[in-house]
């Protein structure tokens, strides 16, 4: 499970390997974790809701490099860290 990105220091972005549908990012905050479809929306877990914003900000920014590397790492190429 790579990770792709630390947010604030302490937010970890991570994308699973063979991981199922629909594409989707892992985020862990302290002792939560949840995960993110790429249009920011929590499909499991839960973030408090501060880096829950956050983190829905930053897919948004991000969207297409996120893609990316779902689309690299299932192809066995290493992810690109995005800050």
């Known amino acids: 499970m790579p990770t792709i990105a630390i947010l604030n220091s302490n937010i970890i972005i991570r994308i699973y390997f063979n991981d199922h549908n629909p594409p989707h990012i892992h985020a862990q905050y302290a002792e939560y974790e949840a995960s993110f479809d790429l249009k920011g929306k929590v499909?499991?877990?839960?973030?408090?809701?501060?880096?829950?914003?956050?983190?829905?900000?930053?897919?948004?920014?991000?969207?297409?490099?996120i893609q990316a590397n779902i689309e690299n790492i299932k192809a066995g190429i290493p992810p690109i860290r995005l800050s």
């Open 43 to 65: 499909l499991k877990g839960k973030l408090p809701k501060r880096q829950q914003n956050f983190v829905s900000a930053w897919i948004a920014l991000n969207t297409e490099a």
